[in-house]
């Protein structure tokens, strides 16, 4: 029996590719991604300016990019591409096989994926304001997601990591979900990504975002025209966007900050690849199956197909070997449309299912191909990690929480030491997906968890128990005060304040 219901994605959806060529007549070409050979994979700044020197005379859009005097080759771009609510199970290359994401597992191919990192926070906001701060969210502040009303919002105080990409003179953009911010549409003060250090913003709210809007019109930003033919799928169009930002861009360095909405609920995904997926084997039911989400799934290939059309675009424009390319997510799978098996838990908690996220970095010619990391690593070492990458110092003003990472890019098998990441998130009333008020650490192997309403402390070797099935803390007494007590010296130094919950009855959408 061969029923094709698991069709190649290339040859699947003929009418999405025609739109996507007609659009982007380049994107018919093939993909040829060179790997570096060994002895190229590391290499010092002057290697690279070697290899830059010589990629310039194929060139002529990098030739343009070239400072003419000084041969320096220009500084790298970096693309940031975020996933919204994407668990750590999803992708192919994190070992799911329901869901299909040949261009991003293509990316950990070409690049070093991370088994160990991790949001700052379960929920939207205070992983955004780590991002953007390279600090905890409990000292900037933001330890819950805003509501569109919201008078608390980021600072403007900060030397946020888009300033730091404009003060070393790149072109800075955002596409898509912002949420640092209430909004002035529903009676709040607003701070939108242009205060911040983006020079444009692009498919970004100005309302409330919970709910899901996927199609066209949009109600987080009902002033968005249309650009897409038919009925316009937001996932196009923030891959479209981002697409022409780098064209509009290509001569001098951009940072640009991909910010997906999907795969937040209300999940829905394309018809056509709806379709497809509801055809697959093992196949959930409707948006809400709890594993195999067939919508999910779809939404989560209208992700992959950006991140290919992002690389053959690079590719095109002879800008791929100099490039950044990141992708991550900014909180676990919701429990209830998804599994994050084998992590426990979901969004809103503090189980390693709501903050273990999926992290690839590409970066031809100096993050090996092919790599796997195991540093422990939390959101808000972007910061220090992506200034460091691009030649410069975050502003003494920023203090700096994260660490950078950048020797483990150039080299896998180094590990940056620290102490712990730590995790602070009081809220008034429990998440209505089942988050509790409560803090946590992780140190080497080892995780402490707070329940701040009722004291209790858990401990999990997470080397040997991923899943955080078998709670120690009542056979190690010692640990779980040692790691209690950097957790209490850990807020007290962050002005953390622990916040009991009244009892669930606020049911508001995130
Ligand atoms: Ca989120």
């Known amino acids: 029996m061969s029923k094709h219901n698991e069709k190649p994605m290339e040859a699947g959806d003929e009418e999405e590719l025609a739109l996507l060529r007609s659009r982007f007549p380049d994107t018919g070409q093939k ?6 050979p060994n002895h190229q994979r590391i290499m010092t700044s002057i290697t690279r300016t070697t290899m830059t020197g010589v990629m310039a005379v194929i060139s ?5 990019a070239m400072p003419a005097a000084s041969g320096t080759p220009t500084k790298p771009n970096v693309i940031f591409i975020l996933a919204d609510d994407l668990g750590w199970a999803e992708l192919g290359c994190y070992g799911n096989t329901f869901n299909e994401t040949p261009n991003i597992d293509a990316l950990a191919r070409q690049g070093l994926r991370f088994t160990d990192a991790y949001a700052a926070a379960p929920v939207c906001s205070p992983f955004r304001a780590s991002l953007m701060t390279g600090q905890w969210p409990a000292r900037v502040g933001i330890t819950d997601y805003l509501r ?3 008078k608390k919002h980021l600072g403007t105080g900060h030397v946020t990591l888009a300033k730091a990409f404009k003060e070393a003179g790149y072109a800075t953009g955002m596409v898509g979900k912002w949420h640092l911010t209430g909004y002035q549409n529903e009676g709040a003060e607003e701070f939108p990504p242009t205060v911040h250090g983006f020079d444009e913003a692009l498919v970004s709210e100005n309302r409330g975002i919970g709910g899901g809007s996927y199609f066209f019109p949009y109600h987080f930003n009902r002033e968005i025209k249309q650009r897409l033919p038919g009925t316009e799928y937001l996932v196009d169009r923030c891959n479209l966007e981002a697409v022409e930002f780098i064209e509009r861009h290509q001569a001098q360095p951009f940072f640009l900050y991909l910010s997906h909405y999907a795969v937040h609920t209300r999940l829905a995904g394309k018809p056509e ?3 497809k997926y509801e055809n697959k084997p093992n196949a959930g039911k409707g948006a809400k199956a709890r594993e195999n989400n067939p919508h999910l799934a779809a939404q989560l290939q209208s992700i992959d197909e950006g991140v290919g059309m992002i690389m053959k675009k690079l590719e095109s424009l002879g800008l791929m070997d100099n490039t950044i390319l990141v992708f991550t997510s900014d909180n676990g799978g919701e429990s209830n449309v998804t599994t994050n098996r084998p992590l426990r838990g979901g969004k809103s908690t503090l189980y390693e299912g709501g903050i273990r996220e999926p992290l690839i970095v590409k970066w031809p010619g100096v993050v090996p191909a092919d790599t796997v990391s195991g540093q422990i690593t939390s959101s808000v070492d972007f910061y220090a990690t992506l200034v460091d ?5 975050p502003d003494p003003k920023q203090k700096m929480d994260g660490v950078s990472l950048l020797p ?6 180094k590990h940056v030491a ?4 730590y995790w602070h998130y009081p809220l008034a009333v429990p998440h209505f997906l089942g988050g509790k008020s409560g803090g946590a650490l992780r140190s080497g192997k080892w995780k402490l968890k707070e329940d701040f309403n009722t004291g209790a402390l858990e401990l999990f070797d997470l080397e040997e128990d991923i899943g955080e099935t078998n709670d120690l803390a009542e056979k190690m007494p010692a640990k779980v005060t040692e790691m209690h007590s950097m957790l209490k010296a850990w807020r007290a130094e962050t002005g953390a304040v622990i916040i009991k919950s009244a009892p669930a009855k606020l049911k508001k959408k995130q």
Do not use: Y
């Open 60 to 64: 002529c859009t990098l030739m343009s």
């Open 31 to 36: 993909l040829n991604i060179q790997h570096q």
């Open 389 to 393: 990458a691009i030649g410069s110092k």
């Open 408 to 413: 483990v890019w150039r080299d896998p098998a």
């Open 148 to 150: 569109a009303n919201d």
């Open 273 to 275: 690849l709806l379709a």
């Open 418 to 421: 620290r102490e712990a990441i």
